[in-house]
Structure formats: structure tokens, C-alpha cells
């Protein structure tokens, strides 16, 4: 079940590891509204609305000053900055930042004590600091959803290996390991979107780096293997869907059809593989996945075998030839 989206106080957005958002936030006023929640990882640059439209102003963001708002403000009379702020901050705003290290207006401050809105102040300048903090929220507050399943770093390619419990997911795991492939996460997979079309997966710091194996319990990849061995996060784009052998029961046997599993509302290449007996899981995930890196590329082998049967039909059947006889790799067939 996917959990409800995410938000996050002020406090915690103040409180935040300096090395992971380096904006060295500096609270002037409105401490008191510490709980106040960011919802969206989308600043709001006022613009028109100091002048009064302000229509489109959206609750749940953070509000910045840059230099243009505060000189603006600078040109407003005392009354007319108070009347201005006051009307801003009655819609829903979290917080306030002002940039470059600029002064706040005193009205700014009386206005953010008294509707209990913080006004923060960061030094750096305002460009720099708007993408530092949409890139911080948008990974904090990415929609996210947590999964049964193995994430692998396979040769650069983020293979998930989702399948009932028991299935052997671990031991494949374990295996691509010993090839000297990167373990992410084991049973536990914490999935966030990002941007329109990025999917990234991660363990949850509690077990990062562990994996439990039937018969062994519990180790530490990271111990066993070494750093090289596992990484904290990487992108989704390969799933794995490991089945139980069922006889009777009809498989992929050319991959011509692609099949998808979909996470967060986005549609990953998958590729289902039967278990069973003397099949060795981490030799097919590995070239499942050296497979994929290759379509990636527009090299797809069953469209290529399909595309050079159907010329020799061609061929035995007395039809005219392609106008292009090189097959795909750019190899000229024999004749």
C-alpha cells in the first residue's frame, strides 16, 4: 500500500543536516510556527502578488525573497509594507526565506511573529539557493511506496527482483554479489518517484547493507565484501519477477512482447523468470539484465532473428528483396 505523500515541518527543514541542504538557515522571527507543514517542493516567488495579485498564490510552499520582492518592499511606505505582508501570510504560507543575506524588513518581522509564520535567512544567493531547496524537498517529499523485493546495482543497471517469499531472491542476490555486482536493498526496497519518469529505490537505514539467508541468518554485505560491494540508492529499470515452475504453463520463449510492472504510476521493463531445479538465478538475472542494457541501445536479438527469417521467406518464396539486405548490425548477409 502506497503511503500518504509526505510533508515536513519548518522546524525539520531548519533542523536539517547542514551538509545535506547547506543553506545555513537562520530563523529572525515565528519560531512558534515551527509545525507549520511544506507540502510541496515548489517555491513561491511573489511577484505581482506584494502588489495585490494574488490569486495564485498556493498554500503548503515556501514563500521566497529575493532581492526584487525585498527592494520592492523597500519602495512601499510603512503602512503599505505592513497591509502587503499581512495579506500574504494569511494564505497558508509555511515559512518565509529571504535570500542573499538581505535585511528583513521590520514589517516583515512583526508581520511573521504575529501570524506565526517563520521568516528564515539563508546567505546564499537566491538562484543557487531556490534549486538547492527544491532539489532537498523534491527528494524529501518525493511520493514513495515500499516493496517485498532486492534491488541490485547489475552492471550500472538498477535490477529489481520482486517475487513471493521463500522464491530465492536473497540467494540470487547473494550470488550476483560474489560476481561482484552491488547490493542496494534486500527484502525491504523503499521506492520514491522523481521528476516525471525517474524511479528510485533504496534500502531503509535500519538494514541497509544487511541481508538475511535461509540457513546463515543474518550478515552484513557491507562486512563480508567490502564498501565496493553496496550502494545506498539507485534508479529502478529492469524488474525481475521470479515465478515458481508451473507445468503446463506457457512462457516467454522469443521476448518479442514487452511486459511491464508498474510502481508510483510508472511502467518498468519486466521480465518474468520461471524457478526451478539445476536453473541458475543469478546467471539469467545478469544476462537478463546485459540483455536489457543492450535493447537499451536499440540492439533487440528476437527482433533482429525475426527480422532475417522473414527475408529468407522472402527469399525462398521468389518475393523481391528489402531494398536494405545488411541485417541490423550492419553486417551484409550471405548470399
Known amino acids: 500500500m502506497t503511503p500518504p505523500s509526505p510533508s515536513v515541518t519548518v522546524g525539520w527543514l ?6 545535506a541542504l547547506t543553506l545555513g538557515l537562520e530563523c529572525l522571527a515565528g519560531e512558534r510556527g515551527f509545525g507549520l ?40 511606505s510603512a503602512t503599505a509594507r505592513a ?7 494569511r494564505h497558508e504560507i509555511p515559512c518565509v526565506l529571504v535570500t542573499d543575506g538581505q535585511p528583513a524588513p521590520a514589517e516583515l518581522i512583526a508581520a511573521g511573529e504575529q501570524a506565526g509564520v ?73 521506492i520514491r518517484r522523481r521528476a516525471e519518469s525517474v ?8 538494514t541497509r547493507y544487511h541481508m538475511e539467508i535461509r540457513g546463515l541468518g543474518v550478515i552484513n554485505v557491507k562486512d563480508l ?18 515465478e515458481r515452475w508451473e507445468p503446463g504453463c506457457e512462457y516467454e520463449r522469443l521476448g518479442l512482447d514487452d511486459q511491464f510492472f508498474e510502481v508510483l504510476g510508472l511502467r518498468i521493463p519486466l521480465i518474468r523468470m520461471p524457478v526451478a531445479p ?19 541501445r536499440g540492439h533487440h536479438a528476437a527482433r533482429k532473428l525475426v527480422a532475417r527469417l522473414d527475408r529468407q521467406l522472402r527469399r525462398a518464396d521468389g518475393a523481391a528483396p528489402c531494398p536494405d539486405t545488411a541485417d541490423d548490425d550492419g553486417e551484409q548477409e550471405e548470399t
Open 118 to 190: 517563520p521568516v528564515l535567512r539563508t546567505a546564499v544567493a537566491t538562484p543557487i539557493a531556490i534549486a538547492k531547496l527544491t532539489g532537498f524537498l523534491e527528494d524529501i517529499l518525493a511520493e514513495r511506496t515500499m516493496l517485498h523485493a532486492v534491488l541490485m546495482d547489475i552492471l550500472g543497471l538498477g535490477v529489481l527482483v520482486v517475487g513471493e517469499s521463500g522464491i530465492g531472491k536473497s540467494e540470487c542476490a547473494l550470488d550476483l554479489v560474489l560476481r561482484g555486482h552491488r547490493l542496494v536493498a534486500d527484502d525491504t526496497v523503499e
Open 37 to 76: 507543514e511544506i507540502r510541496s517542493p515548489y517555491v513561491l516567488k511573489t511577484g505581482l502578488a506584494l502588489a495585490g495579485f494574488d490569486a495564485y498564490l498556493q498554500s503548503g510552499r515556501v514563500l521566497v525573497f529575493g532581492a526584487s520582492e525585498i527592494g520592492y518592499l523597500g519602495s512601499l
Open 199 to 206: 524511479l528510485i529505490g533504496t534500502c531503509p537505514e535500519f
Open 278 to 296: 539445476g536453473r541458475s538465478l543469478a546467471n539469467l538475472v545478469e544476462v537478463a539484465a546485459r540483455n536489457q542494457l543492450l535493447r537499451s
Open 14 to 19: 531548519v533542523r536539517a543536516r547542514p551538509e
Open 83 to 89: 497591509t502587503a505582508l499581512a495579506r500574504l501570510l
Open 225 to 242: 565484501f567490502g564498501v565496493a560491494s553496496t550502494r545506498t540508492s539507485k534508479r529502478v529499470e529492469l524488474v525481475v519477477q521470479l
